[in-house]
């Protein structure tokens, strides 16, 4: 059972264009992590959020977790090639439980 | 100290062999993880330790596969008789209770099994 559903799960944009990944799910998450992951490396974490309604900003990326705790959406403005690559969000259940999402795959073209 | 460890980065190997992965994690981090990640898909808990104790294992690790953290630093992931099954990238991460157990990975281990 997948707990938590990312979409969309592939995306190819322009160079330039913004684009919105949401990360969604029924349970109630203590946290949430976003990553990013290239081919043939293991996920980077890019940001916590721990608060509901609570919003992040890394440069050009904002990240928000639902009120409920249950959902994140992560915006991209201006999307640059090198933010290519697979985007993961990851729920944690409890103090230790991780649970990643089915991935939203990113191409930005040049 | 920068990161999660982990070795051999790639190993192919025949079906029926067994093969062993080696992490390291970031110094200090009391918990361990293995995750297994395949094409396509987000990474899967395997088991996780905290300090030198298992304290939970998925279903998804058969008894063909065993996990160890003999010390509470180093941990080793142990496939006997692989199957073609079993090829995908192994994900080694460790966190610190302290910092929001936020979890940091390591670069993966690949597995084919041929």
């Known amino acids: 059972t997948q707990l938590l559903e990312q979409s969309p799960q592939f995306l190819s944009i322009q160079e330039g264009e913004n684009l919105t990944v949401y990360c969604n799910s029924s349970?109630?998450?203590?946290?949430l992590q976003w990553y990013r992951q290239e081919p043939g490396e293991g996920p980077v974490l890019l940001v916590t959020?721990?608060?509901?309604?609570e919003v992040k900003k890394l440069k050009r990326l904002t990240f928000q977790f639902g009120d409920a705790r249950k959902d994140s959406s992560l915006h991209i403005t201006a999307a640059q090639p090198g933010d290519t690559g697979l985007y993961l969000c990851?729920?944690?259940?409890?103090?230790?439980?991780?649970?990643f999402g089915t991935g939203t795959r990113l191409k930005v073209l040049a | 100290d920068t990161g999660v460890s982990q070795n051999p980065r790639h190993k192919i190997t025949k079906r029926g062999q067994n093969v062993t992965f080696r992490c390291d994690p970031i110094?200090?981090?009391?918990?361990l993880y293995w995750y297994r990640q395949t094409l396509g898909q987000g990474p899967e808990f395997l088991t996780y330790?905290?300090?030198?104790?298992?304290?939970?294992k998925s279903r998804l690790l058969s008894d063909r596969f065993s996990a160890e953290r003999p010390k509470g630093s180093f941990s080793t992931l142990e496939i006997q008789r692989t199957e073609q099954g079993d090829s995908a990238m192994y994900l080694c991460?460790?966190?610190?209770?302290?910092?929001?157990?936020?979890?940091?990975f390591g670069e993966g281990s690949w597995l084919t099994v041929v």
């Open positions: 110094s200090e981090h009391n918990r």
């Open positions: 991460a460790s966190s610190l209770v302290v910092q929001g157990n936020t979890i940091y």
């Open positions: 990851a729920g944690v259940r409890g103090t230790y439980k991780y649970i």
């Open positions: 330790f905290q300090n030198e104790a298992q304290l939970e």
């Open positions: 959020v721990v608060t509901g309604g």
């Open positions: 349970s109630v998450f203590s946290s």
